[in-house]
């Protein structure tokens, strides 16, 4: 049984950073591409970063780039979420995903597995 578990959420000022974590069991987990989402109260769930089985690739939605980075240790079964320059609209509950194969996916339905997610709230 595949489960995820993500940590590193919290209360951060706007400007301040945050790294996310998601630690992954019962899957081989150095074959599947990862990937982050987060959901506003409200709002769809929306793709934020994806990375490929092995590290090499990486791709972000726009309202992300330069400030956040996605990146993986696969002898720790772990996926990580480094958060820089918060904006307060970066609030929101994020959630770390198994893609359905090895290669970029932003889709919510190309994932397969997801965990339960961490609050991230960033106050002006």
């Known amino acids: 049984q595949v489960q995820l578990v993500e940590s590193g959420g919290g209360l951060v000022q706007a400007g301040g950073s945050l790294r996310l974590s998601c630690a992954a069991s019962?899957?081989?987990?150095?074959?599947?591409?990862m990937g982050w989402f987060r959901q506003a109260p409200g709002k769809k769930r929306e793709f934020v970063a994806s990375?490929?089985?092995?590290?090499?690739?990486?791709y972000y939605t726009d309202s992300v780039k330069g400030r956040f980075t996605i990146s993986r240790d696969n002898a720790k079964n772990t996926v990580y979420l480094q958060m820089n320059s918060l904006k307060p609209e970066d609030t929101a509950v994020y959630y770390c995903?198994?893609?359905?194969?090895?290669?970029?996916?932003?889709?919510?339905?190309?994932?397969?597995?997801w965990g339960q997610g961490t609050q991230v709230t960033v106050s002006s």
């Open positions: 995903a198994t893609s359905n194969s090895k290669m970029i996916a932003t889709m919510v339905a190309d994932f397969g597995s």
């Open positions: 019962g899957l081989t987990f150095s074959t599947y591409a």
């Open positions: 990375i490929t089985w092995s590290g090499g690739g990486k």
